[in-house]
């Protein structure tokens, strides 16, 4: 399967090569000496940035600058960031996990052309072990005669399950994990316990701290407001969000957990904890009132009332 990179990542917030100096330092020469391989093997476990990695190799050999580190601003640099250059093409496994011989034939078809606008063209190939056998005869036949100007970055977490071939035809790079000072600088007060627990893998803690992530505003404004929390709502209330769309959006989760709570008795599936303890703790009618409430105060925000009048009488509604 052929397809862009779906990626956002931005190259100026994520310097992740701090770790992986060797690599950094590889391609660098490289691009000094315009020596570049056909293929690249980039190894390393799931989450330690090996796509990533390709991609700054990529912008290294084609950023405009065309000398010394990427430049992240130029034409190039900027369509490789934003994953839309046409020179540079992922490729993963479909959905049965494993390249098949058309998926190589694909590529192979697709490097015989020129590249379209830089010098050369890079195919970055996810998870290169999962080929099989055809696949990877087909994709090695093409490594040993390669298209002018075309680049093999192979990626793999599990590099024993390459052929032997394909791994004596590459120039191999191992990725490191990243060291504690970066995780601090990029997570803040949360990066020495992401890093205690991924182990300096940047993936891995991002995963981590995206499940810890704190509840939504609306969800602990009810829980609380539910239970009579007095303190804890105008602990709430008093942090509450500024900006009028922010309160809008504020009011209509808290609109989507009442309408849920006051069908959640007939229609208990896929219902929060939340919802669930709101249809228990107040009648139909009680509920009804306060989404009218809230629908009323949800059209006063056009007058710029602030955030904590507005959450203070949504809840003395509950209350009373
Ligand atoms: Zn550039």
Do not use: W
């Amino acid at each position: 399967m052929l397809q862009m990179l779906n990626s956002s990542e931005s190259f100026k917030k994520e310097p992740f090569l701090k770790g992986n100096s060797v690599f950094k330092q590889a391609v660098l020469h490289m691009t000094e000496t315009g020596k570049l391989p056909h293929a690249i093997l980039i190894t390393g476990e799931e989450g330690i940035g090996k796509k990533t990695a390709a991609k700054y190799l990529a912008l290294s050999v084609l950023c405009e600058k065309r000398k010394g580190e990427p430049c992240l601003v130029c034409s190039s640099c900027k369509k490789i960031i934003s994953d839309i250059h046409p020179d540079i093409i992922s490729l993963f496994p479909d959905a049965s996990g494993i390249y098949k011989i058309a998926d190589i034939r694909e590529l192979r078809t697709s490097a015989s052309v020129r590249p379209n606008e830089a010098e050369y063209k890079f195919y970055i190939i996810d998870k290169a072990d999962a080929m099989n056998k055809n696949a990877a005869n087909s994709l090695l036949k093409c490594m040993e005669e390669p298209p002018e100007g075309t680049v093999f970055v192979l990626l793999s977490d599990n590099e024993k399950a390459l052929m032997p071939t394909v791994l004596s035809r590459s120039i191999r790079f191992r990725l490191s994990p990243l060291n504690e000072e970066y995780f601090s600088e990029y997570f803040g007060e949360k990066g020495e316990e992401l890093f205690a627990l991924s182990g300096g893998n940047l993936g891995k803690a991002k995963l981590l701290k995206e499940k810890s992530a704190e509840k939504p505003l609306s969800s602990l404004f009810m829980e609380n407001a539910i239970s009579g929390n007095t303190y804890e709502v105008l602990k709430i209330i008093k942090g509450s969000y500024k900006k009028r769309n922010e309160i809008e959006e504020l009011l209509d989760e808290i609109l989507v957990i009442l309408k849920n709570a006051l069908i959640s008795g007939y229609s208990p599936k896929g219902k929060t904890l939340l919802e669930k303890r709101i249809a228990e703790k107040m009648t139909a009618d009680k509920i009804f009132d306060i989404i009218n409430e809230t629908e009323r105060l949800r059209e006063l925000t056009v007058r710029n009332i602030s955030a904590e009048s507005i959450l203070s009488s949504l809840f003395l509604k509950i209350k009373g």
